[in-house]
């Protein structure tokens, strides 16, 4: 099934704070942070020929997060690079200098972390992201997770000694009590998903994104033509195409979002379905 978009904001122009969320500069960043981190090297950009052979169309590349800070999870940049932002953040507004990513591992930016404790829902793949950064920084971490969770990906967060809380419900019920919670407690919401009045923290979070898309474009020899991405809250799609927008402007690639077929939020930032439905169906 093809859904075209027909938002009213599809071809707006970007707004400033999210093209400087966004920016070539911000990627920069990015990767500058990432080379602060033992361990971190580069995902594989893998070819896909035969598959690109038997649809018949010039090349076809997968950019494979999997082994991403060795988190075996596709979201492993966003969660840990906003914990560690926060984290330089608060440490500067109280040390009153600015602190950068080399300082982190100073005893006075590791007593600030100490007294922050982070914390957001998930799925298991955030959050096991925001649990890495907090516990590479120092800080507390707590992550709220919906009844549908198995206990494996509980053990996956739970190994960077973040505390785990199981709420009744699904996955939105889970980011309402996370962020009820962390404000009775005065902990720091990371959330990949944003809301009216909560953007800038998810504005990094989609700003670490932006390392595994520089990373694309160095290994690939021309900017990609289509570029397929999975959407689920948002924040991963949303960065690369925001930053692909920043970088190409009206030569960016056509981006198509890849979801199950009854994924709700496709259908709201898609457009009303009764509006926006342009359907080609191609099951079989
Ligand atoms: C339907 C749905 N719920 C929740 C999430 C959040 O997943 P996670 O917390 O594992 O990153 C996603 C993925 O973005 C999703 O597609």
Known sequence: M?????????RAPMV?????????????EVERFLRHRTGHKETP????????????????HLKDEGHRLCLG???????????IRLVLEEAARRLRRSVDGSDLHMPEAKAVAREMTVSCATD???????????????????????SGVSDER???????????????????????????VAAEKGWI????????GYERIPGFVMQGYTALLSEALRQLSAPPS??????????VAAAVAGHFSVLFGENRPFFTVVEPSRAACLFESAGPASLSRWIMDNRR
């Open 189 to 196: 919401t990371v959330s990949d998903t944003s809301w009216p």
């Open 124 to 146: 298991g793949n955030h959050g096991r992201s925001v649990a890495q950064g907090a516990q590479l920084v120092g800080a507390k971490c707590v992550i709220f997770v919906h």
């Open 73 to 83: 999870s596709f979201k492993a940049l966003g969660g840990s690079y906003a914990v």
């Open 226 to 235: 289509n570029v397929f991405v999975q959407a689920g809250v948002g924040g």
């Open 45 to 60: 950009l893998v070819s896909l020929s035969g598959l690109a052979r038997e649809i018949d169309v010039g090349s076809i």
């Open 16 to 28: 400033v704070a999210d093209t400087d969320t966004l920016s070539a500069g911000a990627a920069r």
């Open 2 to 10: 093809l859904l075209l978009n027909q938002h009213i904001d599809h």
């Open 154 to 180: 509980i053990a996956a967060i739970a190994r960077f000694g973040a505390q785990m809380i199981r709420v009744n419900g699904n996955y939105d019920d889970s980011v309402l009590e996370a962020s009820r």
